[in-house]
């Protein structure tokens, strides 16, 4: 069936159809006569074929090529029987397309048999000479000459006819060679293996580029197709078939699918197939495509998706993916008998410091190690992401209740209180933890504020620990915003304010009335009156503690030279300052400004500093208060011994004031420990000569206390509250 099928396409291809095949027959001038004339023959003819092909035969086994084809004896007897056919049918049948047919098959047996086109034209020439002789008389000596002389012509022509040809035909082999060989050197230079499916009988293909991206010989690939598709990743084959059956099927106009295949060792390689089916002409099947090596572009691909999902540094989610990671943890709480799931906002206490000390690449360091070891905490399960900075998010599913997630944050907290070693240094990190449960249908950021709403409580708390979100926090936090966003409007609102609160000479028979006061800052927004603990640290982080400090600075001078005017000569002022504010380049040429504005004197202004500016020596802070003190302003050192500033601080910077804390005081006169942390600071700062004053005196017995240490200055809710200028005007005029 196969070789009838290609006889008719070869019929077709070289047109010896009808119209076509008349076409050559009239260039030939073939006529009906042409037609009788071989029938005339034909009795003859066949005698004459039968005698002719013994002795072409004979002929043909004087030659090495020939004698190899037609040692066979079978094979001798089949072409003799079929050449005898061919011959006789020479003289008796018409010329239509079923005889040329029958001559295009005996061109295919003797290619098969491997007749090259020399023995196959020449044997044509042999008999039209046998033919030519028996056809004239052999007594005739008038024909003999041109007899011989038309056999040398046919001998010559026949000999250019197979030259022509061979030529022709080695044209042909030439330029398909060639186009092969350019085809296969783009295939080697695309570095793509070609493969071949024969949907009809299965057979499978590969070129030696497929089987060596497998580390594997062509041999070794298989012949079915099965024995390629069971080297396909399990996962990847039920999408492979997907894309095979897409495309044979036709709803897919070409084949092109990336997946995974088995190498030799075991290992998978990605590859992209690409292919196209095809129907030949004789209408089988076949699906053919190449293989390209992928691997390094998955490699590529799959970096980058983890890089877009993971923290640089930490290795951790980030905070996109957290989201996503959320996403499904609500949405799983939605499930029928889903238990509890939860989060924890952890952030590092007082990271900044270790930034600003040891720099960003110990702060990075110091972030990694901290990431490893939250993972030590985490259940399995869990997921934890780098939020942003020094901030992590821990995601805690499948919680038999909420108290598993204060036991996790528990373990957090003991897995870092261990110190971290960085060669000879060692750090002890803490962190504030904020807990908050997860709920069916919530939203994420709902979910993230809760956890923030608690983490801020824990630090408000004194960091260090952990805290669960409730209710209330949510509305501590909204008053808590409230206040950040009005506090920063308030100085151009005009509704700062300031409270002096006096200083006394505690000494026996001297007049008990004011010596000096400290300006305290308040904030009086609407009908509340808002204590500086609640906005002076929004005021510092945003920078507007600078506008806001040289306005307390204009007002608390303003106001002590009004009262020195009055008749308070050498009364004195203190002015709480912030470490911000020292940063400053230009803040002592400001200072000045101020002094000279008001006209005070600048012994009778006193600039409070806490221990924290002392530790940080950065930028201009160091100059900035050796410049006051040159200037003549005092400068004195609030809640002393309550940090962790170091005695060499007393003599290193300009002070002139020590402020003995509350805390120290507060069970000095019944606490003998207390007693003696109070005389010896009161002691050290005689010797070095610093001024002591106590502040918080709350009782008489703590006056009693400081007079016997012979400390005769001080403040506290006992002498006097914080109170408007005018009252404290009220306390000379009524000479208390």
């Known amino acids: 069936m196969e070789a009838a099928g290609n006889l008719e396409h070869l019929v077709e291809r070289l047109g010896l159809r ?97 007749v090259q086109l020399k023995w196959y034209l020449g044997s044509y020439r042999l008999f039209l000479s046998h033919v030519l002789r028996h056809l004239l008389p052999a007594d005739d000596v008038t024909f003999t000459p041109a007899v011989a002389q038309f056999d040398s012509l046919l001998k010559r022509v026949f000999f250019d006819m197979t030259l022509a040809a061979e030529a022709y035909v080695d044209a042909k082999q030439s330029a398909l060679r060639a186009s092969e060989a350019r085809y296969a050197h783009a295939l080697r230079g695309a570095n793509d293996g070609i493969w071949e499916w024969d949907l009809e009988t299965g057979r499978w293909y590969a070129s030696e580029r497929w089987a060596s991206m497998l580390e594997l010989r062509v041999h070794e690939v298989g012949k079915q197709v099965d024995d390629w598709l069971a080297r396909v990743h399990p996962d990847d084959l039920p999408d492979v078939q997907r894309a095979l059956d ?56 799959h970096k980058l998706e983890y890089a877009a999902r993971h923290d640089a540094l930490t290795g951790l989610l980030n905070r996109e993916q957290l989201n996503q990671v959320l996403a499904q943890s609500v949405a799983q709480l939605q499930r029928p008998g889903a238990r509890h799931s939860a989060l924890l906002f952890i952030d590092l206490d007082r990271f900044k410091v270790i930034n600003d ?15 490893e070891r939250l993972r030590v905490s985490m259940r399995q399960g869990d997921q934890l992401a780098r939020f942003g900075g020094d901030e992590f998010v821990m995601v805690l599913n499948d919680l038999a209740s909420l108290d598993d997630a204060d036991q996790v944050a528990e373990r957090v907290l003991a897995q870092l209180r261990e110190p971290l070693c960085f060669d000879e240094r060692c750090l002890v990190v803490n962190v504030s933890i904020g807990v908050a449960p997860l709920l069916p249908g919530q939203g994420l950021q709902d979910a993230l504020q809760a956890a923030d709403i608690a983490l801020y409580n824990a630090k408000e708390a004194g960091k260090a620990r952990y805290s669960r979100y409730d209710v209330t926090m949510q509305q501590l936090a909204h008053e808590r915003l409230n206040i950040e966003s009005n506090v920063l409007q308030a100085l151009q609102r005009n509704e700062f304010e300031l409270d002096y609160q006096p200083v006394f000479d505690l ?226 005029a009524m000479g208390l």
């Open 357 to 371: 000390s040891l720099g960003h690449a110990v702060g990075d360091q110091v972030l990694v190690r901290i990431a």
């Open 507 to 732: 000494s026996p028979g001297v007049k008990q009335t004011p010596v000096a006061c400290e300006a305290l800052l308040r904030w009086r927004h609407g009908d509340q009156r808002i204590a500086p603990g609640s906005f002076i640290h929004v005021l510092e982080e945003s920078g507007e503690i600078i506008p806001v400090g040289y306005w307390v600075l204009q007002q608390a001078c303003q106001q002590a030279r009004s009262w020195q005017l009055a008749g308070q000569t050498g009364f004195s002022c203190s002015v709480n300052l912030s470490g911000v504010q020292l940063q400053e380049a230009d803040f002592c040429q400001r200072l000045q400004q101020v002094l000279q504005q008001t006209g005070l004197p600048p012994r009778t202004l006193v600039l409070e500093i806490t221990e924290s500016v002392l530790l940080d020596q950065a930028g201009h802070t160091l100059p900035n208060l050796r410049e006051i003190a040159a200037m003549g302003v005092k400068l004195a050192l609030d809640d002393f011994g309550t940090g962790y500033c170091s005695l060499g601080y007393l003599n290193r910077f300009p002070l002139d004031i020590v402020k003995l804390d509350r805390s120290f005081l507060q069970e000095a006169h019944r606490n003998p420990r207390q007693a003696t942390i109070c005389r010896s600071i009161i002691d050290l700062s005689r010797n070095l000569g610093l001024q002591v004053v106590a502040e918080g005196i709350e009782t008489s017995d703590q006056v009693e206390f400081l007079l016997q240490e012979s400390c005769c200055l001080g403040q506290g809710f006992l002498l006097g509250r914080p109170m408007a200028a005018k009252e404290l005007q009220r306390l000379w």
């Open 246 to 301: 897409g495309h044979i099927s036709g709803r897919v106009p070409w084949l092109q699918h990336e997946y995974r295949i088995r190498r030799r060792n075991g290992d998978f390689l990605w590859v992209l197939m690409r292919g196209v089916l095809e129907t030949d002409e004789q209408g089988c099947r076949r699906l053919a495509g190449s293989q390209t090596d992928i691997s390094e572009r998955q490699r590529i691909k």
């Open 18 to 114: 009808n119209g076509p095949l008349r076409e050559r027959l009239a260039f030939l001038d073939w006529s009906d006569s042409d037609v009788e004339h071989l029938l005339a023959l034909a009795e003859d003819g066949g005698s004459l074929s039968a005698i002719f092909i013994d002795q072409l035969y004979q002929h043909l086994g004087g030659f090495t090529e020939t004698s190899d084809i037609l040692r066979d004896s079978e094979t001798r007897a089949r072409l003799k029987q079929q050449q005898l056919r061919y011959y006789q049918r020479l003289f008796s049948s018409e010329i239509d397309e079923a005889y040329v047919r029958e001559r295009l098959q005996i061109g295919h047996v003797h290619e098969a048999v491997g």
